[in-house]
């Protein structure tokens, strides 16, 4: 590499972690013995590596047991990082289907993944860079030969070596179809001839000076189809009609006392099938959503659940795509995640606060439809759950938080601020409902103007939604 | 438990996380069926959740491969926090004894390094509170019969349950002498009744309200015995005499290409007998580490190495106690950690600025001896060098940096203010060798004037310290 690209290289790199605007993933992927990685470990020695990532997965026990792209999310560079992914979601993809452990339609489904994951990150100011390494077939046998009979150099043949070199039409032929199916203006496919006599750095280096510091492309997001609704989404309006009367306190002890029990026992069901469950609370402020969750969280083992607050980002989360908070927090199989606020942060501030471009909000809406299908894919137990009170049972509840010792903390200015916007919210929340009431992701809105039915209301719903998944063949 | 020690529970939890200087961890452990998970759980529901983890550990995969206090490590609460550990580091050791998973001896070292552990935490304002949860050995086995013969609740009943009723002797006894030898003002122990009859929630929660409230005990920092040296530490002074002329860039590059071939061979049988190695690089700045590390990085496959570079600490890293960062950063089992600058900055910095008074020197000191040990313990090959330039060459360097413009970037102010207490830090860096210059964990110090012998001197001592690893019978 000519000294003058390999300056302008790192003085990419030390501008994109000054300026920590964006983030620089590349994926290298290709044919055995092309020479990924010499390549790697040459332009590794380009760049500062302490600005470096490289990873090459084994998957550990910690990331089989969540979504399958929860060991890519853990794994994204913080912004003015770059992050090296060896093989990466593409090998996984290729080999996954050349051994057969992806069928045909998993696979074409994983490549729609694929393109909805990097128009995310895209969109999140990661530059994506995916390169191809080529190399002909004769040569590709010739060079593993010449490999294996050197004492010095036949550690460098592993037994899946001979296996690419023996399906390469195949994986040839998978390439292209993955390469077009995934090629866009935000993530393009840099393909490049390897081989024992070439290392493409120069190519690639200038690919990666451009990542760094180029203009940022335009993201075309391929929007994800909403599955097929499960029945009208509910609407706030549904509770106008007044309340039911307040339930008595001995009735309440005794059904809480029923539902808990019920809970305790799905709950250890649930464990012992491995099967993870993420419920995710919304409601206005002052709604109780704190009250229901501990109704919940007392029926089960201290050891099973995790209640996750959503509030402002720290740090780390502010130098990552919006959505990794949430990977973040994801549940081992078997456990439970508990979200206080969630996801649906986003789309309520963005469509309230008049922030969101419609782009930017059709693109909330997206992630927010992907991110659940993945859980869903998972095996996850998805619960929605919406707690609605009506605008004088807020302001009884602020007066009666005002006035209690030990429940003033509860009560912010940001409360008084928000409830000036009731009726932007209530749209926006009716929004919510339209947009994602999805195939085994629908919002339950419970009536939350009774305390103790709304309670009863929650544990209900979620014991529901855990036989109903118990009650499935395995 | 009385509404008024309910609230007062919650209100401290409350102070605790908005003043967020001190996290609260909590352990329980004691015999079986004394009611450990119905106290838990119990306290839990007290708890504001949001603020509070449970942890009960069964180590992963990612876990496995690293030192073993790495799973406590990376569950640290952050400040404001409370994290609850079920059995934890006390179970850990007491049932690990009576299944002769650990000797009499291997038991012992582990209790001192609880002591440690704890002390390192509580000197960080973590509030630790530990309980022994008791219960008769006749009111246990009837009990565990009473579960085991009701359909509804025989699942509670685990087998090794029953193994610890019929070993109830030993692991009282193993417990008594846990408690004595781990006993400290600033981790003390409470010892309560459980059983079926018994929740000592009421005990338990006016202990913990001391712990996020009361008044942080002092210290009794159980100060680790050096170990035998390994010969004389090195001293800058060694090197005052006139350095070897520059070598010639001819003998230079063959000599490197030698080095780093053998460094690439010894690299790739670590990497196969999953030896896990850290290196810290210390020097002067201009010293030339990052040169250096190049160098050694050149020979290393991308996949096997991450660089760490250590400045100034992240939010999240601040909320954790100080030496939480370098554990977040503990390789895998076969890759290399390589350290730009090092937890050796602490007493660097302490020691030049005077900032230390002289307990929290010598705590300093502590921590980092007992950091290395962990990391011996656990099989790794430590490596710490120090690459020293005089004063008159570190001039040359900064002159250089500021003329050349891809390297002004790496000249800062702070780098003059250094320079000026040359001396001081001089002083500080023989201290480190004085302090730190262990058996397994010895200096190299490194004669970095020119900087191609550096270069060589970096790989031969790394390629030594592999191979002497190596050499060692499995």
């Not at 290729?94 to 729609?112: I, K, N, S, V, Y």
């Not at 039409?169 to 001839?193: I, K, Q, S, V």
Request: a neutral charge.
């Amino acid at each position: 590499m000519k000294e003058s690209l390999r300056y302008a290289l790192l003085e990419a790199q030390l501008e994109l972690a000054r300026q920590a605007s964006r983030s620089v993933v590349l994926v290298v992927t290709g044919h055995a013995a092309a020479g990924k990685t010499a390549l790697i470990n040459e332009l590794n020695h380009r760049l500062e590596n302490r600005l470096t990532e490289v990873h090459a997965l084994a998957p550990s026990s910690e990331e089989r047991e969540r979504p399958y792209w929860w060991r890519y999310w853990r794994r994204l560079p913080a912004r003015g990082r770059v992050g090296v992914f060896v093989h990466g979601w593409y090998g996984d993809a290729l080999f996954a289907r050349t051994e057969q452990r992806l069928g045909e339609g998993a696979f074409h489904d994983r490549l729609a993944e694929i393109r909805a994951f990097e128009a995310e990150l895209a969109a999140e100011n990661v530059a994506i860079v995916k390169l191809w390494l080529d190399i002909d077939r004769d040569v590709q046998g010739r060079h593993l030969k010449a490999l294996w009979h050197d004492p010095e150099r036949a550690w460098q043949v592993k037994d899946h070596d001979w296996q690419r070199h023996l399906q390469y039409h195949a994986l040839d032929a998978l390439g292209r179809e993955m390469r077009e199916a995934t090629e866009a203006d935000h993530a393009p496919w840099l393909r490049l001839a390897g081989g024992p006599e070439e290392t493409p750095i120069k190519a690639l280096a200038q690919r990666l000076v451009a990542a760094m510091a180029g203009p940022l492309p335009d993201v075309e997001s391929p929007l994800t189809t909403p599955t097929a609704g499960i029945g009208a989404p509910p609407r706030l309006s549904d509770l106008d009609a007044a309340s039911p009367e307040a339930m008595d306190k001995a009735t309440y002890r005794e059904r809480l006392k029923e539902a808990q029990a019920r809970l305790a026992g799905n709950a250890r069901e649930i464990q012992r099938r491995r099967i993870p469950v993420v419920l995710a609370f919304e409601g206005q402020d002052a709604a109780g959503k704190g009250g229901c969750i501990h109704r919940l969280t007392s029926a089960l083992d201290a050891r099973q659940y995790r209640v996750h607050r959503i509030a402002a980002p720290s740090e780390e989360e502010r130098a990552h795509p919006w959505a990794w908070r949430f990977w973040q927090r994801l549940p081992l199989d078997g456990r439970v995640a508990i979200f206080d606020r969630s996801w649906y942060g986003r789309v309520l501030v963005e469509c309230v606060e008049g922030l969101a471009e419609p782009a930017a909000w059709r693109r909330g809406y997206d992630e927010i439809r992907r991110f659940e299908r993945q859980l869903l894919a998972h095996g996850a137990v998805l619960g929605k759950l919406f707690l609605a009170v009506d605008k004088d049972e807020q302001l009884r509840r602020f007066r009666a938080r005002a006035e209690t010792p030990h429940k003033r903390h509860k009560l912010t200015e940001e409360d008084w601020r928000n409830r000036e916007r009731w009726d932007d919210y209530r749209r926006a929340i009716d929004d919510i409902f339209v947009h994602t009431h999805d195939v085994d992701g629908g919002w339950a809105l419970i009536d939350a103007n009774d305390k103790r039915r709304a309670r009863l209301a929650v544990l209900d719903h979620v014991n529901r939604l855990l036989e109903a998944r118990l009650a499935e063949p395995r």
